[in-house]
């Protein structure tokens, strides 16, 4: 028979994303509505190793809907790779009558959880919280939303510097595995060029594409990188091997790093945080466990956490398109 739940714990895990304290708002909100009790775990699963818990009711999440980072922190732990340490993890869990738990973060947070579930048994359900949209089984994680518009923004900022002074910058956006965030941001902010881990533009292809700009007319130009493109130069080097091979631009690089994780979630990551929160503790009241709360089609929906993790995600190869004719 399935055991009744009735305590939450709820935490946040891997690198942070601007929507994660909107998530856990919803979750503990969530849980107050169905009378069942919630407690924040801190510092992920080096929190809940440790026990560092805390009781959480509707009042204790006031005033975060609109707040960067995380409130209950975040972190990697290693011991909770081991068995021993998930042991550890399992028997505080249990001290404090905790009988289901929200993950929200990356797939490498979905990985434990699944391990987790595995060998104690425990329900487990995941809010995918990542800027990079690497995660298959939703359209949107949480936080590229706000990432695409902060990306976007400082460009805009960049590309007055750039044509004041005819200038080619090189802009290095977040995403090792995926092109999301420069395939989106390249259009959205209008840049010449987009390079992506999916696609090998080559850099004969590159050049040429920059001559044209300049023949065209263009007295600046952007090119968006990102991080783990496919030509397999960084960000600098290709700079350089442009600068070497003449487009006749002075040529510029700006990496726009870690900024591109913080501020305050936008109105479409807040929302999609507050689905997720209410859909993570509603499944987990229902039975479900092992999963990942995710959308599509604009409907909330579940994908098993071993899909979740597997899956690629892909992204919208008419993009590619569109950016190449309006780059004309
Ligand atoms: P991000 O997208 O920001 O990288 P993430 O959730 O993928 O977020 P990871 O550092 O990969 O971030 O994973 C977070 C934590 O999940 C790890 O520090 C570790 O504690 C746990 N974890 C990851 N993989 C495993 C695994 N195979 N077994 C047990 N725990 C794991």
């Not at 929507?19 to 503990?28: E, P």
């Amino acid at each position: 028979m399935q055991k009744t739940i009735k305590k939450i714990g709820v935490f946040t895990s891997g690198g942070d994303s601007p929507g994660m304290n909107a998530a856990v708002r919803a979750v503990v909100r969530a849980c107050a509505y169905h009378n069942i009790q919630c407690f924040g775990i801190y510092r992920g699963y080096e929190g809940m190793i440790e026990g560092d818990f805390v009781e959480m009711d509707a009042r204790s999440v006031k005033g975060i809907i609109n707040k960067g980072g995380t409130i209950l922190k975040s972190a990697r732990s290693k011991e909770f790779r081991t068995v021993e340490g998930r042991k550890k993890a399992h028997e505080q869990l249990i001290k404090a009558g905790i009988d289901a738990l929200v993950v929200i973060g990356g797939d490498g947070s979905f990985t434990g959880a699944m391990i987790f579930n595995q060998e104690f048994n425990f329900p487990v359900m995941g809010i995918p919280g990542t800027i990079d949209n690497d995660i298959y089984g939703t359209t949107h994680t949480l936080g590229y939303d706000t990432a695409l518009n902060t990306a976007v923004e400082a460009i805009d900022k960049i590309r007055d510097t750039a044509s004041s002074h005819n200038r080619l910058f090189f802009i290095e956006v977040m995403g090792r595995d995926v092109g999301h965030i420069a395939l989106n941001v390249g259009v959205g902010a209008g840049a010449e060029e987009i390079l992506i881990p999916e696609e090998d533009l080559g850099l004969d292809r590159l050049l040429e594409s920059l001559r044209r700009s300049k023949k065209s007319g263009k007295s600046s130009s952007i090119v968006v990188v990102a991080e783990g493109d496919r030509i397999g130069k960084n960000v600098f080097e290709l700079a350089d091997y442009v600068e070497e091979n003449k487009t006749e631009y002075e040529v510029r690089v700006s990496v726009l790093g870690h900024m591109q994780r913080g501020g305050s979630p936008s109105c479409f990551d807040r929302v999609l945080a507050s689905r997720m929160g209410v859909k993570a503790v509603e499944s987990l009241l229902d039975g479900k466990s092992n999963y990942m709360v995710g959308l599509k089609n604009d409907v909330m929906n579940l994908t098993p956490f071993d899909q979740a993790v597997k899956g690629k995600s892909k992204i919208n190869m008419e993009l590619i398109r569109v950016s190449d004719i309006l780059t004309v």
